[in-house]
């Protein structure tokens, strides 16, 4: 590779940018994870954690990617046969079927589009017809990052609740935990599946389960063969800030200062800013007269945007122009929307200028690229950035 100076934009949703502070704290001497010194980093990330999931219950931090942590949320609830309720937003819902289906769980996909969200009266409709209650769980993923579209977490639970169905509610949030307000206990779910990359802003490397009192009961009697995933030795060993076996010390050093960070900015404050930096991409693209995927705007995602090519360009194409002239990484088009799309991620350790270097980057490819469209579009997010500063 050639030397690139400046730093590389890494623009893709997941994994972010890693901030220099929670680098910084990540670059020290392993220490003895069975040591007075772990249990007390054990106990802070475990407490520290609860309020960014919005729970007062147990989360689990895993040593894994955030594909673990789903499958740790399936085998400690569901058994061999048991019946699923899942719907098809995009990429990352069709891999949690997958998942399920080689687990020997029985999976009833709705099918989608892939531009909006889990439908609400469509949850409701379903759980009404399953008047025998097979459907032991619902499984949706809150931001559907192969598409940025965000789901009504609230609206399913309503949906749930107005069928009077036991299912249990299960949730990915691996890209929308600490960029999007989320609240596991009001919201009434049961368990939050997440992971570190994303929002988290660190490595790839730990996954999470956020787990609501009814799961947990659930989970002593049913649940499918599982050991290195399971809750109840996590929970015994958690209690004193220990883990059952080595957990990924140095990333919780990280996991650490990220909290701090997150708790120093204000989590509500985190939030809006996401909102901010997802309007004014909008609005560029919106200017380049290109269009966003996601087609209903109650469920644009603050998190990325996932950017249609006209016909006979090829996305991936475009992200190559960028990347080997402006050393900007963009988010592939996943699935089926390969080549069809390419995705700009706007979460995490990121303000106003990097956004709009981000987006000067697009703007110049697209023209190098020959994509047809107008100019403008980084001055119309340049204008709204302006108008909206939070001073
Ligand atoms: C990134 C992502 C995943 C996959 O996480 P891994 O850490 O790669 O296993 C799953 N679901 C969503 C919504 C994601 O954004």
New binding site residues.
């Given amino acids: 590779m050639d030397f690139r100076p400046g730093r590389h934009f890494l623009q893709i949703?997941?994994p972010s940018p890693v901030p220099d502070r929670v680098l910084r704290a990540m670059n020290r001497a392993v220490v003895d994870h069975r040591g007075p010194e772990f249990a007390e980093l054990g106990l802070n990330v475990l407490r520290d954690i609860k309020p960014v999931f919005g729970t007062k219950n147990h989360v689990i931090i895993f040593p894994s990617?955030?594909?673990?942590a789903?499958e740790a949320a399936l085998v400690n609830t569901l058994s061999s046969g048991d019946k699923v309720l899942m719907f098809e937003t995009g990429q990352?819902a069709s891999?949690w079927l997958e998942l399920a289906g080689k687990l020997g769980i029985e999976v009833d996909f709705v099918e989608g589009d892939w531009r909006s969200g889990v439908n609400a009266d469509q949850v409701e409709e379903k759980l009404r017809a399953d008047i025998n209650h097979t459907y032991k769980a619902i499984c949706i993923?809150?931001?559907?990052?192969s598409t940025g579209v965000t789901s009504n977490v609230p609206n399913v639970r309503a949906a749930m609740d107005a069928a009077r169905h036991p299912a249990l509610l299960m949730v990915?949030t691996?890209?929308s935990l600490g960029s999007v307000p989320y609240h596991h206990d009001a919201w009434g779910v049961d368990v939050t599946v997440s992971?570190s990359?994303?929002g988290l802003m660190l490595p790839?490397g730990l996954?999470f389960n956020a787990i609501s009192n009814k799961a947990l009961q659930v989970s002593k009697s049913n649940g499918l063969a599982r050991s290195y995933w399971d809750w109840q030795a996590m929970i015994a060993n958690n209690e004193s800030g220990y883990f059952p076996y080595t957990p990924a010390t140095n990333l919780l050093y990280g996991l650490q200062e990220s909290l701090t960070m997150l708790s120093e900015e204000g989590l509500d404050k985190v939030f809006s800013r996401h909102d901010r930096m997802a309007e004014a991409t909008r609005r560029a693209v919106q200017a380049w007269g290109l269009e966003v995927l996601c087609n209903n705007p109650d469920e644009y995602s603050s998190v990325l945007t996932g950017v249609m090519m006209p016909d006979g360009v090829d996305a991936d194409e475009v992200r190559k122009v960028i990347l080997d002239n402006f050393d900007m990484s963009l988010g592939t088009g996943l699935g089926k929307m390969k080549g069809r799309i390419f995705r700009i991620g706007h979460l995490g350790e990121i303000n106003e200028l990097t956004l709009i270097g981000a987006l000067a980057g697009v703007e110049m490819g697209l023209s190098l690229a020959d994509v047809p469209h107008q100019k403008g579009g980084v001055a119309q997010a340049m204008s709204y950035l302006t108008a909206t500063v939070v001073g």
């Fill in positions: 949703p997941g990617s955030g594909t673990g789903w990352f891999l993923v809150h931001n559907e990052t990915d691996i890209s992971g990359q994303k790839p996954g």
